[in-house]
Antibody, heavy 119, light 107 residues
Framework: EVQLVESGGGLIQPGGSLRLSCAASGFTVSSNFMTWVRQAPGKGLEWVSIVYSDGSTYYADSVKGRFTISRDNSKNTLYLQMNSLRAEDTAVYYC?????????????WGQGTMVTVSS | DIQMTQSPSSLSASVGDSVTLTCRASQSIGTYLNWYQQKPGKAPKLLIYAASSLQSGVPSRFSGSGSGTDFTLTIGGLQPEDFATYYCQQSYTTPYTFGQGTKLEIK
C-alpha cells in the first residue's frame, strides 16, 4: 500500500526554523514528483513547493527564499526546511505525490502535520 | 498566477438532490483541472482529474465537465457522505492554484 506519513510539526516562534519530514512507503520518492500543500486554519488549500524526479524545484512566491524542499533517497523521505517563519505560515502541511497514479494531479496525500507560528 | 474562482462558496442541499458546483479560471487551462473533496480534519481526496475523468473508486454520481476557463462538478443524487468541501485546482502551470472551495452542507 502506498502511504505518506508527515512529521515534524509543532509550535515555533516567529523567525524560527522547522523541518518537516514525509516518509513514503510503497513507492519511491526519488522517482516521482513530490509536493507540499498547506492549509491555514479554516482556510483553503495552498500549494507550497514541488520537487521533480530530476531534482528541479519550484516554490510559491509566499515561501520562496525561506523554504527548501529536498529528499533523502536512502531514507525514501521528503523534507521541507522552513526558515524565517511567520504567523501566516501557520497551517496543516500535507505531503503529496504529484502524478504518481494520474498525470498532473495531487493524487496521494499524507495525513498532515500542524505547524503553529506564535510567540 | 492563474486565479481559480469557485461558486457558490457554500451550498445547502438535501439528500437525493442534484447539485452543480462551478469553477472558473482566470485564463484558459485546457482540461488541466482537478476536483478534490475534503471532510473536516481529513486530507483532501482526489475525485476527478483532467476535468472529467473519475478517480478509481469514486461513485458514478460524481461527474465533471468543462474546458478552457469554465468547469463544473455535478453530484447527482446526494448521499450523506457527500457533504464536504470541494476544491478545484489547476495543473496547467506553477503555481498550482486551488479555488477557495465550496462547502456543501445538509439542508
Amino acid at each position: 500500500e502506498v502511504q505518506l506519513v508527515e512529521s515534524g510539526g509543532g509550535l515555533i516562534q516567529p523567525g524560527g526554523s522547522l523541518r518537516l519530514s514525509c516518509a513514503a512507503s510503497g513507492f519511491t520518492v526519488s522517482s516521482n514528483f513530490m509536493t507540499w500543500v498547506r492549509q491555514a486554519p479554516g482556510k483553503g488549500l495552498e500549494w507550497v513547493s514541488i520537487v521533480y524526479s530530476d531534482g528541479s524545484t519550484y516554490y510559491a512566491d509566499s515561501v520562496k527564499g525561506r523554504f527548501t524542499i529536498s529528499r533523502d533517497n536512502s531514507k525514501n523521505t521528503l523534507y521541507l526546511q522552513m526558515n524565517s517563519l511567520r504567523a501566516e505560515d501557520t497551517a496543516v502541511y500535507y505531503c503529496t505525490s504529484y502524478g504518481y497514479i494520474y498525470a498532473d494531479v495531487f493524487d496521494i496525500w499524507g495525513q498532515g502535520t500542524m505547524v503553529t507560528v506564535s510567540s | 498566477d492563474i486565479q481559480m474562482t469557485q461558486s457558490p462558496s457554500s451550498l445547502s442541499a438535501s439528500v437525493g438532490d442534484s447539485v452543480t458546483l462551478t469553477c472558473r479560471a482566470s485564463q484558459s487551462i485546457g482540461t488541466y483541472l482537478n476536483w478534490y473533496q475534503q471532510k473536516p480534519g481529513k486530507a483532501p481526496k482526489l475525485l476527478i482529474y483532467a476535468a472529467s475523468s473519475l478517480q478509481s473508486g469514486v461513485p458514478s454520481r460524481f461527474s465533471g465537465s468543462g474546458s478552457g476557463t469554465d468547469f463544473t462538478l455535478t453530484i447527482g443524487g446526494l448521499q450523506p457522505e457527500d457533504f464536504a468541501t470541494y476544491y478545484c485546482q489547476q495543473s496547467y502551470t506553477t503555481p498550482y492554484t486551488f479555488g477557495q472551495g465550496t462547502k456543501l452542507e445538509i439542508k
